[in-house]
């Protein structure tokens, strides 16, 4: 069971950039799914958080109204659309999955059972 990230890169300050999150092994259709991200020298934190049926939503303070995310309905691939990037959200992305049946779009680590290896994101100011 893998979770890819993609999606990264450089971008100035005001830009956009979609992350998407790709499941190999498995499907995560039954599962909540969230996005977090670790800048240097700082712990990792939440980002977004969705619900299997993709319905319901949570996001961090820091990104509320310029980060979407979503998720296809075969249960593969969960997207972060981010808008408005600012140089603090420079920082490496990471997806996670909850455990098969934990369905809810949960903010915490520890609630999260499968990690993808994570994708820099950059943006200058």
């Known amino acids: 069971v893998q979770l890819q990230a993609s999606g990264g890169g450089l971008v100035q300050a005001g830009g956009s950039l979609r992350l998407s999150c790709a499941a190999s092994?498995?499907?995560?259709?039954?599962?909540?799914m969230g996005w977090f991200r670790q800048a240097p020298g700082k712990e990792r934190e939440f980002v977004a958080a969705i619900n299997r049926s993709g319905g319901t939503t949570s996001y961090a303070d820091s990104v509320k109204g310029r980060f979407t995310i979503s998720r296809d309905n075969a249960g593969i691939t969960v997207y972060l659309q981010m808008n408005s990037l600012e140089p603090e959200d420079t920082a490496v992305y990471y997806c996670?999955?909850?455990?098969?049946?934990?369905?809810?779009?949960?903010?915490?680590?520890?609630?999260?059972?499968?990690w993808g290896q994570g994708t820099q994101v950059t943006v200058s100011s």
């Open positions: 996670a999955a909850r455990k098969w049946g934990d369905a809810g779009p949960t903010t915490l680590r520890g609630t999260y059972a499968y």
């Open positions: 092994g498995r499907t995560f259709s039954n599962n909540g």
